[in-house]
């Protein structure tokens, strides 16, 4: 007869496992099936199921929550309550419904449509009560695929950090190797080839949903750039601001053997993906994370200095190659040292001093976040909601901001299919937070990471331990990150981990 212990270690083992499948989909952001409460993510899809198993442990089993858990609970239904307040709050006192109609509610609509058969019903009216709706809806949702992702992780390593870390090392090496493998084919047809171009052509529909957005987004094939089985390149460098400190513990480990040669090499892989993607906010989030790797070695861990050359010289070269790459996406003959030097130099000024300054996509990006800051800074108390903003976002911009052609493009857009189904982004996450839900709800967003860091800083002594100082310099690489996007799930997980970490001992253990 299996007991209720066995029961309960069979579930946790089998939430881990949905772990595990939930970062080898992190790449499929545009399925082109709608998975049921997954919609076009299917990674979101292993994370409603390890939910179930997860509320199956705490309601059915009894399973007993650490302090850090319940006030985890607490601070997720605070979330939920100020994101519907405010959310409540912007449909109730939104200034633009002379630009909002039943068309672009399509499910709304043929609801309306069927009970004014009926009974008359008031459209304005019922589109402020279905926007509430939604409002709350989101709210709820917003939860349950943030921070919720970072309380179930927490849960299932809460017990033992070594164990999870190598369990998310043990994933990120799995999906890193599919990358890899699938960007050799990418890597062909940017060079020109048309064994690559073939394959790519067959492989890429049957996982991604192609021209999607606007018409053309993501494109069957991204030109003069990597991007893996990703939908673009800067999403594969947000991703690496997670797997590459984590793949980087491969330099770190106690003694270096042929056991970690393959790991190491992985790791070389991914910077080489990395420099082909020419992603910018990849780039720079790679050389930072070194940095602060460099910086941990000299504080806390002096005696892997020459772990961290070996990973200096490993890096140096893998860039050296990849410029020798790009140099031949445009032409197929090799290029000679002063060719490669060239390309050196533009390299740098395209993708590292672009970051600064009016260069690529950065007046766009700069237009969105200021104008998304003016609507914080006139709506400081509860912001303007979620789903309502893009309308005051396009009457934020400066007359001058719509002469570069990709805002333009956003704003002709949103007249076209209406602020429900605006095309603006959200280009900085604490913009739009602010811009969304006021000054409280950005506290509550950064209250995770503050409480993080303020319990690393009590307890320094836990960044000895390089698997610690991986997760630490992942997080910060995801922190940064979302000044230029959103924060995507890979933040959340690096919140999980780093959790578990700060509460555990030397041993790995968790402190009682």
Not at 221 to 246: C, D, H, K, N, T
Not at 255 to 264: F, N
Not at 452 to 463: P, Q, V, Y
């Amino acid at each position: 007869m299996i007991g209720s212990k066995d029961i309960i270690t069979s579930v946790n083992k089998y939430q881990r496992y949905l772990f595990f499948l939930m970062v080898l989909l992190f790449p499929f952001t545009h399925f082109p099936l709608s998975l049921p409460f997954a919609g076009s993510t299917p990674y979101t899809l292993c994370i409603i199921i390890g939910y179930a198993f997860f509320a199956y442990e705490i309601f059915v089993k009894n399973v007993r929550l650490d302090r850090l858990e319940k006030f985890g609970f607490i601070f997720l239904i605070i979330s939920i309550g100020w994101m519907g307040i405010t959310g409540v709050f912007g449909v109730l006192n939104y200034q633009y419904y002379e630009q909002i109609n039943l068309v672009q509610m399509d499910k709304f609509k043929i609801f309306f449509d069927n009970v004014s058969i009926i009974y008359p019903l008031n459209e304005l009216k019922s589109i402020k009560i279905w926007q509430c709706y939604k409002e709350i809806q989101r709210s709820i949702f917003n939860v349950i695929y943030t921070y919720l992702v970072s309380l179930w992780i927490y849960h299932l390593y809460r017990d033992n950090w070594k164990l999870g870390f190598l369990h998310l090392r043990r994933s990120i090496v799995v999906l890193c190797s599919c990358l890899f493998i699938y960007s050799l084919f990418e890597i062909n047809y940017l060079v020109g080839g048309n064994v690559g171009q073939n394959i790519l052509a067959q492989i890429n529909p049957i996982y991604m949903k192609i021209a999607d957005v606007h018409g053309w987004w993501p494109p069957l094939f991204w030109e003069g750039q990597v991007r893996s089985l990703f939908a673009e390149p800067s999403f594969l460098g947000i991703f690496s601001a997670l797997a590459m400190p984590v793949l980087s513990s491969f330099y770190f480990i106690k003694r270096l053997t042929i056991k970690s040669i393959p790991g190491i090499l992985l790791h070389m892989g991914m910077a080489f993906l990395i420099v082909l993607s020419k992603a910018r906010t990849g780039t720079v989030l790679f050389i930072g994370e070194i940095g602060l790797l460099i910086i941990w070695v000299t504080l806390f861990n002096r005696k892997l200095w020459k772990r961290i050359l070996l990973l200096l010289f490993c890096t140096g070269l893998i860039f050296f190659i990849g410029i020798k790459f790009i140099s031949q996406f445009s032409a197929n003959s090799s290029v000679n040292l002063q060719d490669v030097n060239m390309a050196v130099e533009g390299y740098v000024k395209q993708n590292l001093t672009s970051v600064v300054g009016n260069k690529r996509s950065n007046n766009a990006r700069k237009a969105n976040v200021f104008a998304t800051v003016r609507i914080g800074m006139e709506h400081p108390l509860f912001g303007i909601g979620h789903g309502l903003k893009d309308m005051y976002l396009n009457n934020k911009l400066e007359p001058d901001d719509f002469q570069n052609h990709e805002v333009a493009n956003w704003s002709a857009y949103m007249y076209e299919k209406g602020p429900l189904k605006s095309a603006y982004p959200t280009l900085n996450q604490l913009a739009g937070v602010f811009a969304e839900q006021g000054f409280l709800g950005v506290i509550i967003f950064l209250f995770p990471i503050c409480y993080i860091f303020i319990k690393l800083w009590k307890r320094k002594n836990l960044l000895c331990d390089y698997s610690i100082a991986c997760i630490s310099v992942a997080l910060i690489g995801l922190i940064v990150a979302f000044f230029s996007n959103t924060a995507m799930i890979y933040y959340y997980v690096a919140i999980g981990f780093a959790l578990v970490a700060v509460n555990c001992n030397q041993g790995g253990k968790q402190i009682k």
